[in-house]
């Protein structure tokens, strides 16, 4: 095993794009390398649209663009945004977010940054793993298996990058990034500086976290709302993991199954990996631009957390699941702790008995819930925004007349 493993991070100059004039005090819009009009593909110097930059495959033209190749060129570009007032999307992989089909009249802004820096004691800590927020989540749940490391192989096959794992508590097939977080450290829009952010200081739940409140809820954002990108911006996350080839206890039935072993037993990581990237792709969760199932962004709303009382009224062969606290596990054989009172349900399953099959779609739309999983809306090819708002909208509404359930979406919707 490597002990010290530094990938470096790349230091090119920053990439700015500005279009329709939009003035940045303070940005780097005068920079070598800006340029204007539309591109077919990001990076080329010319502005991408939404549509490129989103695993929807939807969205219109960006006002400002750009792409920050350092920590200062990153937080520089957010500091011009706020300063002129403009709207801030700080986007990522692009595999959270419904884009409207309309300009984005403000100021998208990318962390190019790579790197995976980790440090490994046998004696002591385990592995410390720090990555900054634009590096890919998938090749940093690939090097932690590489390495040894424990705590996020059934993470693997997410889009996305790191940044977005604390905001959202990432997680899947009976882990959660809580399970292995340490801290984040983020740039303070309201108070203009960078700090340090404890993993207990976070609120994670279920795909929730103060970062992600900040977005809509002004008491969470310090006193206003600040729309599709929070208060907070991750500039870079730490993992605390064990050393080891065996992955955590598998806790998700159809893992566990898909790997023949018992729920609570650990497997090779490895295999682990293999294993769900499979069960991914089983149901297009693997991203594939020739696989419209996979123009999505996956799970497309959470699984509704009810209320003993209210969970009696769900019909009886409805799935009932405990509500765990995975910031609260002892060991890492320990299960995380139950939260007394609150029950799970499956939304896919409202989403099927509510009447909606894999496949469906509104008569003349582009846009229909996924031929493999119903709880994925994707782009049949073609589809815009409006056609997957219309869609959701739809569902929503069937399962509220249904079970009385609302189900809440999980990307961020401009």
């Not at 520089?76 to 300009?103: K, Q």
């Not at 996305?160 to 801290?183: D, F, H, K, W």
């Not at 995380?336 to 409202?350: D, I, Q, R, Y």
């Not at 229909?368 to 056609?387: F, I, M, P, Q, Y």
């Amino acid at each position: 095993m490597n002990l010290e493993c530094v990938v470096p991070i790349p230091a090119d100059g920053p990439k700015v794009h500005p279009v329709r004039g939009m003035a940045m005090e303070g940005s780097a819009a005068g920079a070598p390398g800006a340029g204007a009009g539309r591109s077919g593909s990001p990076g080329s110097g010319t502005t991408p649209t939404l549509a490129e930059l989103t695993t929807f495959h939807v969205g219109g033209e960006i006002g400002t663009y750009v792409e920050a190749q350092t920590e200062a060129e990153f937080i520089d570009a957010i500091r011009a945004a706020d300063a002129a007032e403009a709207p801030l999307l700080v986007l990522g992989g692009g595999s959270n977010i419904l884009p409207a089909d309309e300009p984005f009249e403000g100021v998208v802004v990318r962390d190019m940054r790579r790197g995976i820096e980790g440090s490994a004691d046998s004696t002591c800590v385990g592995a410390l793993i720090t990555a900054p927020a634009g590096q890919p989540w998938d090749e940093l749940v690939a090097h932690t298996i590489q390495e040894e490391w424990m705590g996020i192989e059934a993470l693997s096959g997410i889009p996305g990058t790191v940044g977005a794992a604390p905001i959202q508590n990432v997680g899947a097939y009976g882990q959660e990034v809580a399970e292995t977080l340490s801290n984040i450290r983020v740039y303070d829009r309201l108070a203009g500086r960078t700090r340090l952010f404890a993993m207990g200081e976070l609120q994670l739940g279920y795909r929730d976290s103060l970062l992600k409140r900040s977005l809509r809820d002004p008491e969470a954002g310090g006193g206003r709302i600040w729309g599709p990108t929070g208060r907070w911006v991750v500039l870079e996350v730490s993992f605390q993991m064990r050393l080891a080839s065996l992955s955590r206890p598998i806790a998700y039935g159809e893992l566990a199954r898909k790997l023949d072993v018992e729920l609570g037993d650990r497997a090779n990581s490895r295999e682990v990996r293999e294993a769900v990237l499979e069960l991914r792709r089983g149901k297009g969760m693997v991203l594939d631009p020739a696989d419209h199932d996979s123009w999505s962004a996956g799970s497309f709303f959470t699984n509704p957390i009810l209320s003993d009382d209210d969970a009696a009224h769900l019909p009886l062969d409805a799935p009932r699941y405990p509500v765990t606290d995975h910031t609260k596990i002892a060991s890492i054989a320990g299960a995380p702790v139950v939260v007394e009172g609150k029950v799970k349900t499956s939304a896919a399953w409202l989403i099927q008995h509510a009447g909606f099959p894999k496949g469906f779609a509104l008569p003349g739309s582009r846009a229909a819930l996924s031929s493999k999983h119903v709880l994925a809306l994707t782009n049949r090819g073609g589809a815009t925004g409006a056609e997957l708002r219309e869609l959701r909208d739809h569902i929503v509404a069937g399962v509220e007349d249904a079970f009385g359930i609302t189900l809440v979406p999980e990307p961020v919707i401009l």
